[in-house]
């Protein structure tokens, strides 16, 4: 981070008083504030980490070559994206490390500009600061000018609205990158978790929007949220080769490396398709009755379209929300968290037990609708 370069605050710690007082109900917090899996990690990756327990040397920082292939084969198989290389991917610990740390190796430094979603999660606005880079939130790319960023963020689906970008909007994306030498990452962790289709939300990788051409773009994916591997820090990074190579060889010299028993959990995750379509079905039945318990009380429910989040408002300073749910012993996220551009929504997370979700919900059916 260079010097004089300032974090914000992490937000949750402003989130203590509502949770103390969510806590205090009779029937226990039911915490709806962070996207946390609660369901169990599937056997198949418990063997394959077992397995791999007798871990004496160091792993590969590039992953193991049966690795980076399975990951792209699942690029071809769930994303549409059959050019991805084997040689264009790369394990990393945990996606938000990579969300963090992608502007300083790539080399961006004082007076290069991060771009991301104006409503977003808040590390992409830190890894910019880390680098000692200008963070510029924006609507659109019209509102970068003429001087357009050095980085580019996506974040489809969204976290937190949980909005979708199609086909024609990635391409369109492309073209004026590649017109302005920026390059593209998109972190699309939640892409799996598509609820107006069977099939996964759009990749930036996908072959109908590069044409076959990955340069200058990267993919960002964690199987935290649809392998409930958020304690094994299993993701990856992949896209143009020219990219992931810098970035190895930069790891290489910071030790950031994926343990060897979290590559192998990692190989049998994205060889397997059907836990992570018994875990969508268990999200999704939690979605249904959250949506419709919410929408009774009179809460509007927006975008949402994907993802693990309810985006949502009753048209009143999101703090107001937050206050009033945690009374009820409900605590959620309050919009403030991702940006200036939105503070009159929260966005409250499916990732709770069935008998907690069924808490909040007969909390929220018992609640005047003016009062919350």
Same mark, same amino acid.
């Given at each position: 981070? *260079? ?24 029937? /226990?917090?039911?915490?709806?504030? %962070? ?104 609507? /659109? ?5 003429? !001087? ?17 970008? /199609?086909?024609?909007?990635?391409? !369109? ?46 993919? %960002?994916?964690?199987?935290? !949220? ?7 820090? &299993?993701?990856?990074? &992949? ?38 379509? %018994?875990?969508? *079905? ?10 419709? &318990? ?12 994907? /993802? ?12 107001? *929300? ?51």
């Amino acid at each position: 981070m *260079s010097r004089g370069a300032k974090l914000p605050d992490f937000p949750w710690d402003s989130l203590a008083e509502a949770k103390a007082i969510a806590s205090a109900h009779p029937g /226990g917090i039911v915490d709806l504030s %962070v996207g946390t899996p609660v369901d169990p990690t599937p056997e198949l990756i418990q063997h394959a980490l077992q397995a791999a327990s007798d871990a004496h040397g160091y792993p590969q920082v590039w992953g193991t070559p049966d690795l980076r292939e399975a990951i792209a084969a699942w690029f071809a198989r769930r994303r549409g994206a059959t050019y991805v290389d084997p040689d264009g991917v790369m394990p990393t610990i945990g996606s938000k490390e990579l969300v963090a740390w992608l502007p300083t190796l790539l080399g961006l430094g004082p007076g290069d500009e991060v771009g991301f979603p104006a409503v977003a999660y808040p590390t992409y606005d830190v890894g910019a600061r880390l680098a000692g880079a200008i963070p510029k939130p924006a609507q /659109g790319l019209l509102e970068y000018g003429p !001087k357009p960023p050095k980085l580019l963020w996506l974040n489809t689906p969204s976290n937190p609205t949980g909005a979708v970008l /199609g086909l024609e909007h990635l391409k !369109k994306v492309v073209d004026w990158a590649r017109q302005h030498g920026v390059i593209v990452a998109s972190d699309e962790c939640y892409a799996q978790l598509s609820w107006t289709s069977d099939e996964p939300t759009p990749s930036l990788l996908d072959d109908r929007v590069t044409g076959g051409d990955l340069t200058g773009l990267l993919a %960002v994916y964690s199987m935290s !949220k649809q392998s409930n591997l958020a304690g094994y820090r &299993a993701a990856f990074v &992949a896209g143009d080769i020219a990219l992931v190579r810098q970035l190895v060889e930069i790891r290489k010299h910071a030790g950031m490396i994926v343990p060897w028993p979290i590559q192998r959990a990692l190989l049998a995750a994205v060889g397997d398709d059907e836990h992570v379509a %018994v875990q969508k *079905s268990r999200y999704a039945d939690r979605r249904t009755v959250l949506r419709t &318990a919410l929408q009774a009380a009179g809460w509007r429910i927006e975008h949402s379209d994907a /993802g693990l989040y309810l985006w949502t408002t009753r048209d009143e300073p999101c703090r107001d *929300s937050v206050a009033a749910l945690a009374q009820r012993g409900i605590l959620v996220a309050p919009g403030d968290f991702y940006g200036a551009a939105d503070a009159r929504h929260v966005r409250i997370a499916l990732t709770a037990t069935d008998e907690r979700i069924g808490a909040a919900v007969e909390r929220l059916g018992s609640a005047d609708r003016h009062e919350v």
